[in-house]
């Protein structure tokens, strides 16, 4: 789906759920009594209501805070949210203090010798079948 029609459906639920209309003019007035610096126009309200544009970060942290919603769950959604705790949890299960030394020795290391290390565990990895979620490929 399209990240401006994702955005505009978390919008107009928060509202809803705050208990507003998901209407433009509802949110160019609530949004400019939070906001310090120059107003929205009812277009731009609009733009965000209708998977036309999603507003700037500080924008976007004035909307979280006046619907009581975290800035990155409004702009990207709960699926990304539980993706990177997900993956932070499995780091820090499984991740003891033997690995840990491991790592911090590691992370001294020059970094060519960084790189001989990273292509053998990739390897040993791939051999064992871990799929790559490298970012080289």
């Given at each position: 789906m ?5 955005f505009?459906e978390?919008?107009r639920a ?21 906001w310090?610096?120059?107003?929205i126009?009812?277009q731009?309200?609009w733009g965000?209501?209708?998977?036309r544009?999603?507003p700037?970060q500080?924008k976007?942290?004035v909307?979280?805070e ?8 409004l702009r990207?959604?709960?699926?990304v ?6 993956h ?12 840990r030394?491991t790592?911090?020795?590691?992370l001294?290391l020059p ?8 292509e053998?565990?990739?390897t040993?990895a791939?051999a ?6 490298s970012a080289?490929?």
């Amino acid at each position: 789906m399209n990240e401006k029609i994702e955005f505009t459906e978390r919008l107009r639920a928060a509202m809803l759920e705050a208990g507003y209309v998901a209407s433009p003019s509802v949110l160019e007035h609530e949004f400019n009594l939070r906001w310090p610096g120059k107003s929205i126009s009812n277009q731009a309200a609009w733009g965000w209501l209708n998977n036309r544009s999603i507003p700037m970060q500080d924008k976007m942290k004035v909307l979280a805070e006046w619907l009581k919603v975290e800035p990155d769950v409004l702009r990207f959604g709960d699926a990304v949210r539980l993706s990177v705790q997900q993956h932070k949890k499995r780091w820090d299960e499984g991740v003891g203090y033997v690995e840990r030394e491991t790592f911090d020795a590691f992370l001294q290391l020059p970094a060519a010798q960084r790189k001989i290390i990273r292509e053998v565990i990739l390897t040993f990895a791939k051999a064992n079948g871990v799929p790559d979620t490298s970012a080289k490929k």
